[in-house]
């Protein structure tokens, strides 16, 4: 099959006007030998995607389409490309590095000062990069990844950004049975990370703003909860946390020092917390150096944690909570006003892109 000449996608065009996303199409950059087209067939809705549509991290270019959570399959394969047409794959938030730096050559591809995100990224070339909430998305192979038989494109989607996110911090933690983790923001990524420190067989809290999420929380397989609402919630639970991943779409609502006194010692805070890019954090110092415990943050996975990722969400039959929504104008702006109001349990996934892009 070859390559299409354009790509159809839903998206915003104003940003004032971010809750109406609108068709347009583009025409992609030229493929390239290691590239891969695929045909969209479930993609999730990301908490990125809110953030990014909204202009929280900037209003970089319009219009844009977003979604970083894909799955499909492919259709035209460059001649270096590590797969064929046919083979169903996974693309998470990243579509490409220099694959020149340190970074990438030590395999941290996603900390590459010049990676380019699956959407709202530039290519060298100037050619800038549109999401999942398309018929078509176009990327490096080597950030596209083959998908385990045992896993259905709708379960499998959020995984691709989501769960690498809630995972990769684990994995960097060393986080094994009986690691006591903490999950603060059950969202999204914050129950796909409640599912994947149970796979590994760690005492898991959940923490969340209030007591609204208790019974699904436990329900996806936490030992403990925690409202942050709750007077006294840090005294009463302190040192009951050796890592803890801050998971929430901002932490305006939070008073970090009583969520860091959470930790043991020499106890570790985690960030995945992608908020507006003017949100800042205050730390105090004192706090950090008598518990020994530091603070810091973690950006998706390389290719090769996606990797893993997938095969421990393989093997332990991981899936996430999600609800599907057929892809069209009005049911993406249904599903973005609901992830505003954090009226979904846990992650929307488009599906229905065959009818729409017939
Ligand atoms: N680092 C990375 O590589 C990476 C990758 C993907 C996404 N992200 C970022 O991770 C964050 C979460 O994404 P998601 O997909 O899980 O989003 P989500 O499904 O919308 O969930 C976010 C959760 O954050 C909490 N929250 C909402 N508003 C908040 C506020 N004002 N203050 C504190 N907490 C708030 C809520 O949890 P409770 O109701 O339980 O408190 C909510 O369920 C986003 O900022 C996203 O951009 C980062
Ligand atoms: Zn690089
Ligand atoms: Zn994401």
């Given amino acids: 099959m070859t390559a299409v000449k354009e790509i159809r996608a839903i998206g915003v065009h104003d940003y004032d006007n971010w809750l109406e996303p609108k068709e347009f199409t583009y025409e ?11 045909k969209v067939e479930a993609c999730g809705i990301c908490g990125s995607d809110i953030h990014a549509a909204n202009g929280d991290w900037g209003r970089h270019f319009s219009p844009l389409a977003v979604g970083h959570e894909i799955v499909g399959v492919v259709t ?3 001649k270096d490309s590590r797969h064929k047409v046919g083979d169903r794959v996974g693309v998470g938030a990243q579509c490409d590095s220099c694959h020149t730096c340190t970074r990438c050559k030590n395999e941290h591809q996603n900390a590459c000062r010049r990676m380019v995100g699956t959407y709202q990224g530039v290519y060298p070339s100037g050619k800038v990069t549109q999401g999942g909430y398309a018929s078509h998305v176009r990327v490096n192979s080597e950030f596209a990844f083959k998908i385990p038989d045992n896993l259905s494109s709708v379960d499998v989607a959020p995984l691709l950004c989501g769960g690498i996110t809630a995972f990769r911090p684990m994995m960097t933690a060393g986080v094994t049975k009986g690691t006591k983790v903490g999950i603060n923001g059950i969202g999204g990524i914050g129950h796909m990370a409640i599912l994947f420190a149970k796979a590994l067989g ?7 703003r209030n007591d609204k999420k208790k019974e699904l929380a436990i329900q996806l397989g936490a030992d403990h909860y925690i409202a942050t609402d709750e007077k006294d919630f840090s005294k009463k639970h302190e040192d009951s946390i050796d890592l803890l991943i801050n998971t929430g779409s901002s932490f305006s609502e939070g008073n970090v020092s009583e969520v860091l006194n959470l930790l043991t010692a020499f106890g570790k805070m985690t960030f995945i917390t992608a908020p507006p890019i003017d949100e800042k954090l205050s730390l105090i110092p004192f706090q950090m150096l008598q518990n ?5 943050g ?15 969400a393989s093997k332990n039959n991981i899936k996430p909570m999600i609800e599907t929504i057929d892809i069209n104008e009005p049911n993406v702006k249904t599903a973005w006003e609901r992830m505003v109001k954090g009226d979904v349990r846990f992650r929307f996934v488009l599906t229905g892109y065959d009818k729409y892009f017939k």
């Fill in 202 to 208: 760690a005492e898991v809290t959940a923490i969340s």
């Fill in 292 to 296: 020994n415990i530091s603070v810091g």
């Fill in 28 to 38: 992609p950059q030229e493929m390239r030998p290691e590239e891969v087209e695929i």
């Fill in 298 to 312: 973690s950006c998706i996975g390389s290719p090769k944690d996606i990797e893993y990722m997938l095969e421990v």
């Fill in 76 to 78: 035209a394969a460059g």
